[in-house]
């Protein structure tokens, strides 16, 4: 696939001299749906804004179809926008809220009904065109806003945190229709987006940022298995930090003790960060383990129970499914493979 975004060396500095984006660089293929992820104030909004005309960046270049297009008013972008306030006109229908932007441009009548019958029938809306959009529900109104955006055909469409204001059911089902529409319609979707299991759920490609830098991008599988750095395993799901070191290859220390892992390529004796998942550790009996402690608290989670184990050194997260009572003292192990390895960050 060809990059239909390309964001080069991108700064955006405000006045006082704060830097919401830190020279970040970036390409966006064509028909993927890419998330950006991170915590408030990380520059995911901001970035999507730059992409969208909304703002220009202090310093850098941005790329539409490989022409650069800084300065281009958003209006004249082939890209389109849905904001978490969905922005309908409450004194138009369903139906007008669609095809405003089609009269806007002055499309022939004929021509409108077609392709907002066609919007309607993509979000599941048909028999709602005459109806008020202060009488639908927020999911309703959430599917009039993209069928509005995705009615002028745009080949980029950005969503800026468009389910934030929905429930947590209808949430997810929105999650699953949006997917649907993208592959359905083979466009661009850049999403921002603060809930990591949204973006598990819905990306080709995942950019988490972090403080206006790019942490790491890579598909959800890769992201979750294979983070680059300690941020990047804690934000995206659960994870034990631990401080180490590599005394060599493919071994590592930490809480006095030493471990095989399948990490190579640091210097001897370098300090690293030791990630380990809490579904990857086995709770296997204290008077075969390395690792032993003391279970502080259980909480059923539906799946499995959640475990906060004391090590002493350490306090430590399990997922299992096996039941161990508050106060047992159990041993863990954890395979090479699921001991993660990063090189030390510093902080800017």
Same mark, same amino acid.
């Given at each position: 696939?060809?990059?239909?975004?390309?964001?080069?060396?991108i700064?955006?500095?405000?006045?006082?001299?704060?830097?919401?984006?830190?020279?970040?660089?970036?390409?966006?293929?064509?028909?993927?749906?890419?998330?950006?992820?991170?915590?408030?104030?990380?520059?995911?909004?901001?970035?999507?804004?730059?992409?969208?005309?909304?703002?220009e960046?202090?310093?850098?270049?941005v790329?539409?179809?490989?022409?650069?297009?800084?300065?281009?008013?958003?209006?004249?972008?082939?890209?389109?926008?849905?904001?978490?306030?969905?922005a309908?006109?409450?004194h138009?229908?369903?139906?007008?809220?669609?095809?405003?932007?089609?009269r806007?441009?002055?499309? +022939? /009548?004929?021509?409108? @009904?077609?392709?907002? %019958?066609?919007?309607? $029938?993509? =979000?599941?809306?048909?028999?709602?065109?005459?109806?008020?959009?202060?009488?639908?529900?927020g999911?309703?109104?959430?599917?009039?806003?993209i069928?509005?955006?995705?009615?002028?055909?745009?080949?980029?469409?950005l969503l800026?945190?468009?389910?934030?204001?929905?429930?947590l059911?209808?949430?997810?089902?929105?999650?699953t229709?949006?997917?649907?529409?993208?592959?359905?319609?083979?466009?661009?979707?850049?999403?921002?987006?603060?809930?990591?299991?949204?973006?598990?759920?819905?990306?080709?490609t995942?950019?988490?940022?972090?403080?206006?830098?790019?942490?790491?991008?890579?598909?959800?599988?890769?992201?979750?298995?294979?983070?680059?750095?300690?941020?990047?395993?804690?934000?995206?799901?659960?994870?034990?930090?631990?401080?180490?070191?590599? +005394? /060599?290859?493919?071994? @590592?220390?930490?809480? %006095?003790?030493r471990? $095989?892992? =399948?990490?190579?390529?640091?210097?001897?004796?370098?300090?690293?960060?030791?990630v380990?998942?809490?579904?990857d550790?086995?709770?296997?009996?204290?008077?075969?383990?390395?690792?032993?402690?003391?279970?502080?608290?259980?909480?059923?989670?539906?799946v499995?129970?959640e475990?906060?184990?004391?090590?002493?050194?350490?306090?430590?997260?399990?997922?299992?499914?096996?039941?161990e009572?508050?106060?047992?003292?159990?041993?863990?192990a954890?395979d090479?493979?699921?001991i993660?390895?990063?090189?030390?960050?510093e902080e800017?």
């Amino acid at each position: 696939m060809e990059n239909i975004v390309s964001l080069k060396n991108i700064v955006v500095e405000f006045e006082d001299g704060d830097r919401i984006l830190k020279d970040i660089s970036l390409d966006i293929k064509d028909k993927e749906f890419v998330t950006f992820l991170g915590p408030s104030g990380c520059g995911k909004t901001t970035t999507l804004r730059i992409i969208g005309g909304f703002l220009e960046p202090t310093s850098g270049d941005v790329f539409f179809d490989g022409k650069r297009i800084n300065g281009m008013p958003p209006h004249k972008r082939n890209v389109n926008t849905v904001f978490q306030r969905y922005a309908l006109f409450p004194h138009l229908n369903v139906y007008e809220n669609i095809a405003f932007g089609l009269r806007v441009q002055k499309v +022939p /009548e004929k021509e409108i @009904v077609r392709r907002v %019958g066609e919007m309607l $029938e993509l =979000v599941n809306l048909m028999g709602y065109e005459k109806r008020s959009v202060n009488r639908l529900s927020g999911g309703q109104q959430q599917r009039v806003a993209i069928a509005r955006a995705l009615v002028n055909r745009p080949k980029v469409l950005l969503l800026d945190e468009p389910l934030g204001a929905l429930d947590l059911k209808l949430r997810k089902e929105m999650q699953t229709e949006l997917r649907k529409i993208q592959q359905a319609l083979e466009l661009t979707f850049v999403y921002v987006t603060h809930d990591q299991e949204e973006a598990l759920t819905m990306s080709d490609t995942i950019v988490v940022m972090n403080n206006g830098n790019i942490q790491q991008i890579g598909s959800p599988t890769d992201i979750y298995n294979e983070p680059e750095n300690a941020f990047v395993a804690d934000f995206i799901g659960e994870s034990n930090i631990i401080n180490g070191c590599m +005394p /060599e290859d493919c071994v @590592v220390e930490f809480t %006095g003790r030493r471990f $095989e892992c =399948v990490d190579k390529g640091f210097s001897p004796n370098e300090t690293v960060d030791v990630v380990i998942r809490p579904e990857d550790i086995k709770i296997i009996p204290a008077d075969q383990a390395k690792l032993t402690g003391i279970v502080e608290s259980v909480v059923f989670k539906g799946v499995h129970y959640e475990m906060i184990v004391d090590g002493v050194d350490h306090k430590w997260m399990i997922h299992s499914t096996k039941f161990e009572p508050v106060g047992a003292m159990i041993g863990m192990a954890v395979d090479p493979y699921d001991i993660h390895i990063m090189k030390k960050v510093e902080e800017e």
